[in-house]
Every structure is written in structure tokens, then in C-alpha cells.
T-cell receptor, first 111, second 114 residues
């Protein structure tokens, strides 16, 4: 079945850039997502990218997609302490397909 | 601001007991999802509804789990009997339609089975 892999932890200093990486196995993935989860809360969709795109930028967030290598990354510029959370990568195939989530990357931002 | 409502926020139950969770999606959202999130893992889809119909329940343990959305609005997820391994966060999400349209998540129900 589909599989999504992420590194478990990332620690950065406030003001630095953070890069969270994700790999997936489903070559038919149509949509790829990044979600943020703060302690005790549900998931918040940060951004998404269609599989026919290479890059998407939204304010401090930049998503890069290498479809050939099935690699997705999320770059957060000027990382703030409020960005500390768990970040989940997810992929979906087609309009009716379910989303498959990675196990999340815990981002810790040190002052 | 519209949000997905879930209750209860926390539930402690003894194994072999029955437990139920409730979700009220954002008004007008046709698609409703129930996910299970085990601590340290990503969410796993249990069941997806389109209006009142089940679209995908392939990962729902049907011997003990059931889900319904009778009027195509709010939904109930039931576990009977609960087992220790069912301890997890149960997340409900809704979207206007399936596919790319953004899924909004509720705050979840944290279930602890003792």
C-alpha cells in the first residue's frame, strides 16, 4: 500500500529557516499536503500542491516537489517559536482517494 | 468562525465497555471523515462519508467499530467492546467535497481504555 515517510525530529534556532522533508511511494499521488498539529489540537492544513507543480510559495512557506524522486519538502522562512508543532505530510490519489499521512516531524524552535 | 465540533474531548473507559464519539461537521460540508491517531503516528482514515453514504471503510475494524451519519449531517463513531489498543485520538474532519477541497479537522476525542 501507500507509504509516507518523514524524519521524526527537527530543531532550529528562532529566525533560521526550517526544512522538513517527506518521501512517498504512490506514483499516482495527485495531491500532496502539509498539515500542522499543535499539542492537544486537531490538524490544520498549511498548504498543498498538485502533482503537476514543482513549487508553491505562500508567505513564509515554500513547498518543493520532486515527482521523479517522490520527495516533498516544506521550508519555513524566519522560523518563530510559534511554529513549534508536529508537521504532517500527506498524499492523496485522485478525487475520491483517502489521504495517507506520514508519522509527523516534531519541529522545535529554540529562542 | 465555522468549525468541526467533537465531543467529548476526553473519554476514559474500561475495556469491554461501549464508547461513542460524536461529530458535527461544518454546515454544508458533504464529506465527513473519521481518523484514528495513535500517539506518535499520523492519522489513519477509519471511515469516509459522502452525505449519508459510506465511501470508504476499508480500515474500519468492523467487528467492534461502527459509524453512522443517518441524516448526512452529524455522525457517531461507536466502539463495542473497547480494547486497550483502541486508546488513541479520534479525529473528525469535514470538507465541501472529497478530493482537493480542504478538510477541516475538529479538536479530537482522546480515548483512554483502562
Amino acid at each position: 500500500g501507500e507509504d509516507v515517510e518523514q524524519s521524526l525530529f527537527l530543531s532550529v534556532r528562532e529566525g533560521d529557516s526550517s526544512v522538513i522533508n517527506c518521501t512517498y511511494t504512490d506514483s499516482s499521488s495527485t495531491y500532496l499536503y502539509w498539515y500542522k498539529q499543535e499539542p492537544g489540537a486537531g490538524l490544520q492544513l498549511l498548504t498543498y500542491i498538485f502533482s503537476n507543480m514543482d513549487m508553491k510559495q505562500d508567505q513564509r512557506l515554500t513547498v518543493l516537489l520532486n515527482k521523479k524522486d517522490k520527495h516533498l519538502s516544506l521550508r519555513i522562512a524566519d522560523t518563530q517559536t510559534g511554529d513549534s508543532a508536529i508537521y504532517f505530510c500527506a498524499e492523496r490519489s485522485g478525487n475520491a482517494g483517502k489521504s495517507t499521512f506520514g508519522d509527523g516531524t516534531t519541529l522545535t524552535v529554540k529562542p | 468562525e465555522a468549525e468541526v465540533a467533537q465531543s467529548p474531548r476526553y473519554k476514559i473507559t474500561e475495556k469491554s465497555q461501549a464508547v461513542a464519539f460524536w461529530c458535527d461537521p461544518i454546515s454544508g460540508h458533504a464529506t465527513l471523515y473519521w481518523y484514528r491517531q495513535i500517539l506518535g503516528q499520523g492519522p489513519e482514515l477509519l471511515v469516509q462519508f459522502q452525505d449519508e453514504s459510506v465511501v470508504d471503510d476499508s480500515q474500519l475494524p468492523k467487528d467492534r467499530f461502527s459509524a453512522e451519519r443517518l441524516k448526512g449531517v452529524d455522525s457517531t463513531l461507536k466502539i463495542q467492546p473497547a480494547e486497550l489498543g483502541d486508546s488513541a485520538m479520534y479525529l473528525c474532519a469535514s470538507s465541501l467535497e472529497g478530493g482537493i477541497t480542504e478538510a477541516f479537522f475538529g479538536q479530537g476525542t482522546r480515548l483512554t481504555v483502562v
